[in-house]
């Protein structure tokens, strides 16, 4: 565990830790404390309302049974929209942890505040013009200060980008391509997500063009394509790996890993990876609901009343899938997620620019519930390995998606440890 220097009294701060995902992850910082010697990991919450802060820690001393947690953790109250309370919460600790969203309204203050007062910030963002802006940016900032600012170390996206990773890492050759396939299990009651990820759906939908503007600021020549070509799924397709129709992932994944591969190409010299990314989505009932409900918020979208409907009313045109209370603990404890990682390439001593691939591998990432267990667990390893292992982080500073920052730690050993586990599975 890194030193807590005189003026830092802290390794993590929880910033946003009264929200609905920040209770989650404030009970699982709890858990890693108690894990460790003496409770040697030092920490601390932040938020707005210190009576909502105080009210959390509560929660999570009567859930976890450790009544030490409502005298013995110290409380910062700081707000993204007052400049000096977020400097005065990030000068007391390490690293901070980022859980207030939608990113995109709120989240650059905290980066802004992270790199000059000298703390490292970790989020669980889901939104690629938040990360890729910030990487725009902030990246030089970072490293000039020596801080490292990495998103979507949440769902969204350390399964999958590590996936890929420990997928290369498990193959003997050149691996040059992976399809990868969520599924996830509900228990009778079903799943739902919280209110403010269908929120950040809503407004980064709204706003993909500007994506496309940012993305050629950044001056990027296109990544070379090692081996053949994969071909390309439909929009809706009988995914013969999943036994389910699937549709093409529409969260940050696919960017997220699409980053850490340029950034390995770039920075390390390693064959980059194409990278398709779906969803299961069940049978044909389900793919008829999904698409006229995609089609209706592809429509309200674009206008500024149909978002004002889209995020009054989140149970109505999600059917059910979002809402502003969010899901129940029973939902929760009933749902798990697993993504298939199929890949392929060159076996050893094979040439990638001499004929089709000869060689596969599958593999697969799993846990349970994917938004407030598997986050939350995904979140603060981060933040541990980020603490432990900081000499194996490339550049001492900057702006990173996981795996770019995370390639040469022991984070997946840590996941595995934590709930979320990765495999070698035979190919189907």
Excluded at 130 to 153: N, P, T, W
Aim: glycine share 10%.
């Amino acid at each position: 565990m890194a030193t807590v220097t005189s003026s830092r009294p802290y390794h993590i701060i929880v910033f946003g830790a009264s929200g609905f995902t920040g209770q989650f992850v404030v009970e699982e910082v709890a858990r890693c404390a108690a894990e460790g010697p003496g409770g040697c990991l030092k920490w601390a919450v932040a938020g707005r309302s210190r009576p909502r802060l105080e009210d959390v820690l509560s929660q999570a001393a009567q859930r976890l049974s450790m009544p030490e947690l409502r005298t013995d953790i110290e409380i910062i109250v700081a707000d993204v929209s007052i400049e000096e309370s977020l400097a005065m919460m990030c000068q007391q600790g390490l690293v901070v942890l980022n859980c207030v969203g939608p990113y995109r309204f709120y989240g650059e203050p905290v980066v802004k505040a992270c790199i000059e007062n000298g703390a490292h910030c970790i989020d669980i963002c889901g939104e690629p013009q938040f990360l890729e802006r910030m990487q725009l940016e902030y990246h030089s900032k970072a490293m000039d200060k020596g801080v490292y600012v990495i998103g979507s170390c949440g769902f969204d996206s350390i399964p999958a980008d590590m996936g890929i990773l420990y997928t290369q890492k498990q193959f003997k050759g050149t691996l040059t391509a992976v399809e990868s396939f969520l599924t996830i299990s509900t228990g009778p009651e079903g799943g739902s997500g919280h209110d403010a990820t269908w929120q950040s759906a809503v407004y980064g939908f709204a706003d993909s063009k500007s994506l496309r503007q940012l993305r050629k600021k950044f001056g990027h020549k296109p990544l070379p394509v090692v081996g053949a070509r994969v071909k390309k799924r439909g929009s809706v397709f009988f995914s013969k790996e999943i036994e389910q129709y699937a549709i093409p992932f529409v969260g940050s994944d696919p960017s997220v890993v699409r980053r850490t591969q340029r950034f390995l190409y770039e920075e390390e010299h390693q064959s980059p990876v194409l990278y398709s990314a779906y969803v299961g989505v069940g049978g044909l009932f389900s793919v008829v609901k999904l698409l006229c409900g995609g089609l209706l918020f592809w429509f309200m979208v674009k206008f500024s009343l149909g978002r004002k409907l889209l995020t009054m009313f989140p149970s109505l045109f999600s059917f059910g899938l979002f809402t502003k209370s969010g899901p129940t603990m029973k939902q929760i404890e009933d749902t798990c997620f697993s993504i298939m990682f199929f890949g392929e390439g060159y076996s050893e001593g094979k040439d990638p620019s001499q004929g089709q691939p000869n060689a596969k591998i599958c593999t697969q990432v799993m846990g349970a519930e994917p938004g407030y267990v598997a986050t939350p667990a995904t979140m603060v390893q981060a933040a541990i390995t980020l603490l432990h292992e900081l000499h194996s982080l490339p550049r001492r500073g900057g702006v990173y998606t996981p795996g770019a920052a995370f390639s040469k730690t022991s984070l997946i050993d840590r996941l595995n440890n934590h709930g979320v586990k990765f495999l070698v599975r035979s190919y189907p």
